[in-house]
């Protein structure tokens, strides 16, 4: 099965930047639509981010304009680039991929495999 491992997470002050990484131990990576979530203390997990096999993305609208997702097949890796943050992009943000399905989606369930989680805390 896939394990993936996200990092890049840390404390970054309000308009700041940051850049996650997810590595996914599958070979068969370029196949796999992959995700961004977050979930905060208190909150429902909310969508982020998603791009699939072939290199189609979705975001959400609350950090379109803000967030780049993006993804290197050749390093089995998926990124999101995190600019002008917000207090409330506080939360913990897990990386997840939909081993079994092409299409991407905006529904936690639909994907089969998660990591850890990183935290990104946003100062004011």
């Known amino acids: 099965q896939v394990q993936l491992v996200e990092s890049g997470g840390g404390l970054v002050q309000a308009g700041g930047s940051l850049r996650l990484s997810c590595a996914a131990s599958?070979?068969?990576?370029?196949?796999?639509?992959m995700g961004w979530f977050r979930q905060a203390p208190g909150k429902e997990r909310e969508f982020v981010a998603a791009i699939n096999w072939s290199g189609n993305t979705d975001y959400a609208d609350s950090v379109k304009g803000r967030f780049t997702i993006s993804r290197d097949n050749a390093k089995s890796t998926v990124y999101l680039q995190m600019n002008s943050l917000k207090p409330e992009d506080t939360a913990v943000y897990y990386c997840a991929a939909r081993t079994a399905y092409y299409r991407y989606s905006r529904i936690p369930r639909d994907y089969d495999s998660w990591g850890q989680g990183t935290q990104v805390t946003v100062s004011s």
């Open positions: 599958g070979r068969t990576f370029s196949n796999y639509a």
